[in-house]
């Protein structure tokens, strides 16, 4: 018998997020006299931990897809993705190109090396990029000053037969935050607005759910949204959980209980007896520790379900284990189905809050050893 550890992904629920989004965008759309945005679903990080090929079943209605590993996307067309793929970092290297022809991948494209790059490729057909701006986050992107000339470097490269449609495209850091979009969104408009036609994406999660409006479509350019972490049903907030969207959470990471304590008044648990007893208790043990993904800063007192129960964990997360006070759960005992996080538990965001984190990185921090079961 394996450990009765098992993380579920539910496509049912990636397929309902991905909808819910997309009524949001339509309802802004809608009060704005515009089109609808498209919807590129991001499936980094092997789907935020939740699987390419699953991802792939579970966005089909997306129009497109989003990652930065090239092996990721060749992954989305052997699993039958026919659609548009977006490389979020582009490619690296001369070789890569050959993939991205190969398969025909949409490279972001952010440094002059890159336009370089492809100057000197020989490809089989156009290549489509999106251009980006460095708008004021300072991670990648071209400056407000260098934009322009490698918007005109890429216009030469289209009209030598190298390059396709030239979108534009910027990313936010505090759309989730009180600075919100607006500045950036500010410097987007004024380098872009006179260069002319093709795609633009400028929105996340947090700018999708927050400010719709600014993805909405007009005239002739499409509109294209990033979206990543609410499909899976995890917030961008620290102020709004995912449930207030409508959005469901796709990953329930489930175990068992394999052990129990019953403990006098003054006895110790785990590594370093971080936890005492103040009175008599039941603690069980949980086959689920830190080397599976959970996290080892979540202190006693992080939510966790036992036995459809809500209790907390107490002490510290060792390596393949932890320990959950039972007293909430008298009739708990060994096999009692634990949930750590998802459908039937606490929200990952709430054991991410819990360990100082956010949602998203327990999720791209699902272990390789825990078996991913797929719900339909
Ligand atoms: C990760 C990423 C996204 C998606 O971000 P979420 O916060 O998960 O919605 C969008 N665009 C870019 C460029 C990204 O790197």
């Known amino acids: 018998m394996p450990r009765p550890i098992h993380a579920s992904i539910s496509l049912a629920a990636l397929g309902h997020n991905l909808d819910v989004v997309r009524r949001h965008l339509d309802q802004a759309a809608q009060a704005a006299s515009g ?61 890569d190109l050959d993939l991205v022809d190969r398969y025909h991948l949409c490279a972001t494209v952010h440094t002059r090396e890159q336009l370089d790059m492809l100057a000197h490729a020989r490809l089989s057909r156009r290549v489509d990029i999106m251009l980006k701006l460095n708008s004021g986050m300072n ?147 949980v086959a689920c520790g830190y080397a599976d993904g959970y996290p080892r800063h979540a202190g006693t007192g992080t939510p966790v379900t036992v036995g459809g129960v809500r209790t907390r964990l107490v002490g510290r997360v060792s390596m393949d284990m932890l320990m959950v006070d039972l007293d909430p759960v008298p009739a708990a005992g060994i096999g009692t189905p634990v949930s750590l996080w998802g459908q039937d538990g606490p929200s990952v965001d709430e054991v991410a809050t819990a360990a100082g984190t956010i949602g998203y990185e327990l999720l791209c921090a699902l272990a390789p050893r825990v078996p991913v079961k797929r719900d339909p």
């Open 35 to 95: 089109r609808t945005p498209s919807i590129w679903a991001v499936i980094k990080a092997n789907a935020y931990g939740h699987g390419i090929e699953a991802a792939v079943a579970g966005f089909s209605a997306a129009q497109g897809l989003a990652m930065l590993d090239l092996a990721e996307a060749v992954r989305c067309r052997e699993a039958g993705w026919g659609g548009p793929i977006l490389l979020l970092e582009g490619f690296f290297q001369p070789a």
């Open 139 to 285: 991670r990648l992107g071209f400056s407000a000053d260098a934009y322009g000339s490698a918007h005109a470097r890429a216009l030469q490269l289209r009209e030598q037969g190298v390059v396709g449609a030239i979108g534009k495209m910027t990313h936010f850091a505090c759309a989730d935050g009180t600075q919100g979009v607006a500045g950036q969104m500010q410097i987007f408009q004024n380098v872009t607005q006179a260069l002319g036609d093709g795609p633009i994406s400028v929105c996340n999660s947090a700018a999708t759910l927050r400010y719709p409006q600014i993805a909405v479509a007009h005239g002739a350019q499409a509109h294209w949204v990033r979206p990543g972490i609410c499909l899976y049903g995890a917030s961008p907030f620290s102020d709004a959980e995912a449930a207030t969207f409508g959005l469901r959470s796709a990953m329930s990471l489930r175990s068992q209980i394999i052990g129990v304590q019953d403990l006098p008044a003054g006895a110790d648990v785990g590594y370093g007896a971080t936890f005492r007893a103040e009175r008599p208790m039941r603690v069980g043990v």
